[in-house]
C-alpha cells in the first residue's frame, strides 16, 4: 500500500538560514509526489509537484525538491528561509492519474529570528 | 482566479444534530474530495467523488455521507454528529484523466467544526 512518512514533526529554523523537510513514500511503480504549505488557518496550496523528468523540481516561494528513487526520498528545500515561511508542510503520493492523494502527517515550521 | 470555497469556515453544533457542509468549485472539475484533518494525524480521506452522482469511499468513511448532484458542488454530511468529528475538513477538486501527477488538488479554505 503506499504511504508517506514525514519524520519530523516540528522544525525550528532561524530566518536566513537553509531548510530542509524530510518526505519518504512507499509505492511499488512510479510515484507522483507533491509538497503542498498550509498557513495558520488557511487552506492547501501546491508548492511543487513531480512526475516525470528532471529530479529537481522548482517550485514557488523559492522552494525546490529533489526525487532520489534510490533512498525513496522526496525532500523539500529552500537556501533561505524567511519568517512567513512559518506553516505546516504535507508531502503527498498521488496513485493512478486522477485518485486521492495520500498525505503524509505535516511537519510545522517555526521560523526564529 | 481558481476557486473551491466552502459554506462555512466556523461551525458549532450540538451532539445529535444532522449536519452539512458544503464545497463549491468554479474549475469545472471532474474529480471533488472530503478530507478531515487532525493535529498529529494529517489529512484523511473521508470520501471522494468522479463524476455527478458517483462516491467512493474514502479511509475514514463512518459516520459520514455526500451527495453530489451538480459538477461544482460536493457536500459532506454528518447524520448524526458526534464529538469526535470535532475537526477540519477541507474539500478539494481536480481534473480527472491526463498525465498521472498533473491533476493538482485545488483545496478550499476548510471549515473548522465543533461539535458539543
Known amino acids: 500500500a503506499q504511504s508517506v512518512t514525514q519524520p519530523d514533526i516540528h522544525i525550528t529554523v532561524s530566518e536566513g538560514a537553509s531548510l530542509e523537510l524530510r518526505c519518504n513514500y512507499s509505492y511499488g511503480a512510479t510515484p507522483y509526489l507533491f509538497w503542498y504549505v498550509q498557513s495558520p488557518g488557511q487552506g492547501l496550496q501546491l508548492l511543487l509537484k513531480y512526475f516525470s523528468g528532471d529530479t529537481l523540481v522548482q517550485g514557488i516561494k523559492g522552494f525546490e525538491a529533489e526525487f532520489k528513487r534510490s533512498q525513496s526520498s522526496f525532500n523539500l528545500r529552500k537556501p533561505s528561509v524567511h519568517w512567513s515561511d512559518a506553516a505546516e508542510y504535507f508531502c503527498a503520493v498521488e496513485g493512478q492519474a486522477g485518485t486521492a492523494l495520500i498525505f503524509g502527517k505535516g511537519t510545522t515550521l517555526s521560523v526564529s529570528s | ?116
Open chain 2, 1 to 116: 482566479d481558481v476557486k473551491v470555497t466552502q459554506s462555512s469556515r466556523y461551525l458549532v453544533k450540538r451532539t445529535g444534530e444532522k449536519v452539512f457542509l458544503e464545497c463549491v468549485q468554479d474549475m469545472d472539475h471532474e474529480n471533488m474530495f472530503w478530507y478531515r484533518q487532525d493535529p498529529g494525524l494529517g489529512l484523511r480521506l473521508i470520501y471522494f467523488s468522479y463524476d455527478v452522482k458517483m462516491k467512493e469511499k474514502g479511509d475514514i468513511p463512518e459516520g459520514y455521507s455526500v451527495s453530489r448532484e451538480k459538477k461544482e458542488r460536493f457536500s459532506l454530511i454528518l447524520e448524526s454528529a458526534s464529538t469526535n468529528q470535532t475537526s477540519m475538513y477541507l474539500c478539494a477538486s481536480s481534473h480527472h484523466g491526463g498525465l498521472a501527477g498533473s491533476n493538482e488538488q485545488f483545496f478550499g479554505p476548510g471549515t473548522r467544526l465543533t461539535v458539543l
